[in-house]
């Protein structure tokens, strides 16, 4: 009878949520972040059984999902290829696909985390792989394993329609490549445009307006030729390049440009 009882404390004390490591470098990484100053580095596995991950890697400073915590985008991955990752020896939580692709959801904004970023990430056949990103950065690996290859910052032109800091960006949308296009505005506020072929306003997931979102105000147009207007449709632009405007009440005077 006390051992049934002993068990069943057991299992109560254990968190519905809780993640069981599935290899030796996701057990290192888990315990490391209960018990920090260990001598054991999560982010450097034996390198016999380690290969560079071999796909691109999106990392978002902020998710829906994870209610403004980061997300890790497998874009060219479908669900099920990814079983784990790691960041920067945080364990991230599995989160719901997008469109088909593996998603992982971290603890913290993304500015939160030192870059280099510093992933393994464990295949569902068993395989370590690690990868080594940050913003603006090309690691090593094919692929550019990471979030993206170039970055540029840019300096607001003035205040624009209803008080919002505005940009003229010289080049057109459609030179970036399809997308994503990350924007980071000096105020830490993050913006990813998925397609640089059509118009971008408030909501990353469809674009549309909505006065609702959190980046309310936020515009992106790709510049990319006629028809040039108000409309959601009019992508063209006077100087022939991307127009941009920062989310209402946002004065960052500078932003940088992810692609």
């Not at 888990?30 to 071999?54: E, H, I, R, S, W």
């Not at 920067?88 to 599995?94: P, T, V």
């Not at 090309?138 to 550019?144: I, L």
């Not at 920062?246 to 940088?256: M, Q």
Request: charged residues 20%.
């Amino acid at each position: 009878m006390f051992r049934l009882f002993l068990v069943a404390l057991l299992l109560w004390a254990v968190p519905a949520w809780a993640v069981i490591p599935q290899s030796l470098p996701e057990c290192t990484a888990l315990c490391n972040q209960y018990f920090p100053g260990g001598t054991a580095d999560p982010v450097k596995p034996p390198p016999a059984t380690v290969k560079v991950f071999p796909h691109k890697i999106t990392f978002e400073n902020d998710s829906d999902q994870g209610n403004g915590a980061a997300a890790i985008l497998f874009r060219t991955l479908t669900d099920g290829a990814v079983s784990s990752a790691i960041v920067n020896g945080e364990l991230a939580r599995k989160g719901i696909p997008y469109k088909g692709c593996p998603v992982f959801l971290m603890s913290k904004p993304g500015t939160a985390y030192s870059r280099p970023l510093r992933m393994i990430i464990t295949a569902a056949d068993g395989q370590t792989y690690a990868a080594t990103g940050g913003s603006g950065e090309t690691p090593a690996g094919p692929d550019n394993v990471g979030d993206y290859e170039h970055k540029a910052t840019y300096t607001s032109y003035g205040v624009r329609n209803q008080g919002r800091q505005a940009w003229r960006i010289n080049k057109r949308g459609d030179s970036l490549g399809p997308g994503p296009v990350r924007f980071t505005f000096s105020s830490g506020k993050t913006f990813t445009v998925k397609s640089t072929a059509k118009n971008c306003r408030d909501r990353e997931d469809t674009c549309s307006r909505d006065s609702r979102s959190p980046l309310y105000g936020f515009v992106f147009k790709p510049g990319n030729g006629k028809p040039n207007g108000e409309g959601d449709s009019d992508i063209g632009t006077d100087h022939g390049g991307i127009y941009l405007h920062a989310p209402f009440g946002d004065s960052s005077k500078t932003v940088t440009m992810y692609w």
